[in-house]
C-alpha cells in the first residue's frame, strides 16, 4: 500500500483514481472534496466528512446521503429538496425535513418511522389516502379525514399556528 505523505500527492492520488481516498489516513478537506467531485459514491469511504464535503456529494448524487452516517439539517433539506424519497435513508429526520419531505410529495409519509402529527396532517390534507402508510395516525389526523375539504382547511390552518 503506498503511502501519501503530503496533500500535494493526495490530491494527485484521488484525481487519478478517487477510491485511493480509501487508503488516505485523515485526508484533508480538499483531498476529500476532490475525491467526491470525482464520484460522489467515495463518501461512503470518508470517515466523518464536513458538511461541505457532505453536501459537495449530494450536489452530485442524492442518494450519498445513504453513506452519510449523521447528516445535518442542512444536508437532510438539500437532499429533500432535490428528491423527497430520500427520506427513506434519514434517520429520525426532524419535524422541518418531514414536513419538507411530506410537502412535495405526501406518499412519502411512508418511509418515516415516526411521523410528527404536523407532517400527518400535511400528508392526509394533501391526500386523504396517505392515511394508509401512517402506522399510528394520531386522533386529529383521524378526526381531518372525516371533514370535508372546506373543514380540513380551515382545521388545518388553525393547527398550524405556533
Same mark, same amino acid.
Given at each position: 500500500?503506498?503511502?501519501?505523505?503530503?496533500?500535494? !500527492?493526495?490530491?494527485?492520488? #484521488?484525481?487519478?483514481?478517487?477510491? =485511493?481516498?480509501?487508503?488516505?489516513?485523515?485526508?484533508? !478537506?480538499?483531498?476529500?472534496?476532490?475525491?467526491?467531485?470525482?464520484?460522489?459514491?467515495?463518501?461512503?469511504?470518508?470517515?466523518?466528512?464536513?458538511?461541505? #464535503?457532505?453536501?459537495?456529494?449530494?450536489?452530485?448524487?442524492?442518494?450519498?446521503?445513504?453513506?452519510?452516517?449523521?447528516?445535518?439539517?442542512?444536508?437532510?433539506? $438539500? #437532499?429533500?429538496?432535490?428528491? =423527497?424519497?430520500?427520506?427513506?435513508?434519514?434517520?429520525?429526520?426532524?419535524?422541518? $425535513?418531514?414536513?419538507? =419531505? #411530506?410537502?412535495?410529495?405526501?406518499?412519502?409519509?411512508?418511509?418515516?418511522?415516526?411521523?410528527?402529527?404536523?407532517?400527518?396532517? $400535511?400528508? $392526509?390534507?394533501?391526500?386523504?389516502? =396517505?392515511?394508509?402508510?401512517?402506522?399510528?395516525?394520531? !386522533?386529529?389526523?383521524?378526526?381531518?379525514?372525516?371533514?370535508?375539504?372546506?373543514?380540513?382547511?380551515?382545521?388545518?390552518?388553525?393547527?398550524?399556528?405556533?
Amino acid at each position: 500500500m503506498k503511502k501519501y505523505n503530503t496533500e500535494e !500527492e493526495q490530491l494527485k492520488a #484521488v484525481k487519478n483514481d478517487e477510491l =485511493a481516498i480509501k487508503y488516505i489516513k485523515n485526508p484533508s !478537506e480538499n483531498v476529500q472534496l476532490a475525491a467526491v467531485n470525482k464520484h460522489w459514491c467515495t463518501i461512503q469511504h470518508i470517515e466523518n466528512p464536513s458538511e461541505k #464535503v457532505q453536501l459537495a456529494a449530494i450536489n452530485n448524487s442524492e442518494l450519498a446521503i445513504k453513506y452519510i452516517e449523521n447528516p445535518s439539517e442542512k444536508v437532510q433539506l $438539500v #437532499v429533500i429538496n432535490k428528491n =423527497a424519497h430520500m427520506i427513506y435513508y434519514i434517520k429520525n429526520p426532524s419535524e422541518k $425535513v418531514q414536513l419538507a =419531505a #411530506v410537502k412535495k410529495n405526501e406518499y412519502v409519509i411512508k418511509y418515516i418511522e415516526n411521523p410528527s402529527e404536523k407532517a400527518q396532517l $400535511v400528508s $392526509v390534507i394533501e391526500n386523504k389516502y =396517505a392515511i394508509q402508510f401512517i402506522k399510528n395516525p394520531s !386522533e386529529k389526523v383521524r378526526l381531518i379525514l372525516k371533514m370535508n375539504k372546506l373543514e380540513q382547511l380551515i382545521m388545518f390552518n388553525i393547527t398550524m399556528k405556533p
